[in-house]
């Protein structure tokens, strides 16, 4: 490998960047591939963009990007990708919840011959909330979205030129670069390891933050919601229907139904159209948002027998 980049976001991480330069130096030093060190400055407040700085002009390999204000995690890795030029690029959070230590790891699989070698979290060393929160909500995109994403894995992975090359040629806004590294194909593998704890200081991610991380997932990647509505009212309509005819029946041979059981299946019935109209109209939203998003149709892998003329 010619040249590996690693990039790094970090908002406001003063306590935790200069020990997290000096673990990621160790674990470098120890591969002896040339390496360049992208540290994007979200928007930092208190003081961490000196920090980035005073490492940089110490270390050569360390270039630092500084955002004008806050955009967000997913905003800062697509800044620093955009100017990555790695043959292949990690992604990792600062506060060392993904340990450098991993990287001679994740290279030597990734010299396998894998596009991406993401890291897979076995174990984490969070609130048992927490825990719970992130293991559903993994399991249940995996299950929404039609591309298949890896459960328990987040940004921390290595990826070769080429899907780097693909992740910045897409223009869509709302990035969620796990999802997207999935929707690409070719070779991909995880390898296990335990999430330790933050460094220090707080987790960066409000909740606010990571619903919207949630739902950007969710927006990008799920169908299956508007889909299942849809189904679901025709299931109501198909059920009213059949309960309406029985009611016919009783009525042709002289039993009375009472008024409430009419307004109840006419209700149904309508709350079944809605319930129709309402996925439709999500499909169709799904496929506007497909179209403006400007995904390639397809990733051809390889090709053979097609020779110049
Ligand atoms: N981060 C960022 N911008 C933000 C929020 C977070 O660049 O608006 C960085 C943060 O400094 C860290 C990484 O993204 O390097 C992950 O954030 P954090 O550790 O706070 O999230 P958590 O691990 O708690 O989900
Ligand atoms: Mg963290």
């Excluded at 699989?109 to 894998?114: A, M, T, V």
């Excluded at 293991?135 to 994403?149: D, E, G, H, Q």
């Excluded at 999802?179 to 960066?204: N, T």
């Amino acid at each position: 490998m010619k040249l590996l980049s690693i990039v790094t976001p970090f908002y406001n991480e003063k306590e935790v960047i200069e020990i997290f330069y000096e673990r990621l130096a160790k674990a470098l030093n120890s591969t002896n591939i040339h390496s360049e060190v992208i540290l994007v400055d979200d928007g930092s407040t208190d003081g961490s963009f000196e920090i980035a700085k005073s490492i940089q002009e110490r270390d050569n390999r360390v270039k630092v990007i500084s955002l004008s204000r806050n955009f967000g995690q997913q905003s800062a890795i697509t800044a620093g990708l955009n100017e990555a030029r790695g043959e292949a690029v990690i992604v990792m959070d600062v506060d060392l919840q993904d340990p450098p230590e991993m990287i001679p790891a994740l290279i030597e699989k990734f010299n396998e011959g894998y596009d991406v070698v993401y890291a897979v979290r076995e174990k984490r060393k969070e609130g048992i909330i927490k825990r719970f929160c992130y293991r559903a909500f993994y399991r249940m995109l995996s299950k929404l979205s039609p591309v298949k994403l890896p459960v328990d894995t987040g940004d921390f992975c290595i990826m070769s030129r080429r899907i780097i090359d693909l992740l910045n040629s897409l223009p869509e806004r709302n990035r969620y670069i796990r999802g997207l590294r999935s929707w690409f194909g070719w070779a991909q593998v995880g390898i296990p390891y335990e999430r330790d704890r933050r460094y220090k200081g707080e987790s960066k991610y409000t909740l606010g933050k990571l619903l919207s991380l949630a739902l950007d997932g969710i927006v990008s990647f799920a169908r299956l919601p508007f889909q299942i509505l849809f189904f679901l009212g025709l299931a109501i309509i198909g059920a009213t229907s059949v309960a309406l005819l029985m009611c016919l029946l009783f009525l042709l041979t002289g039993i009375s139904i009472s008024l409430i059981i009419w307004i109840l299946l006419f209700l149904l019935i309508f709350s079944g159209i809605q319930f129709i109209c309402l996925g439709l109209i999500g499909e169709i939203l799904g496929h506007i948002s497909d179209e403006v998003k400007h995904r390639p149709h397809y990733i051809i892998r390889d090709k053979l027998g097609f020779k110049d003329f």
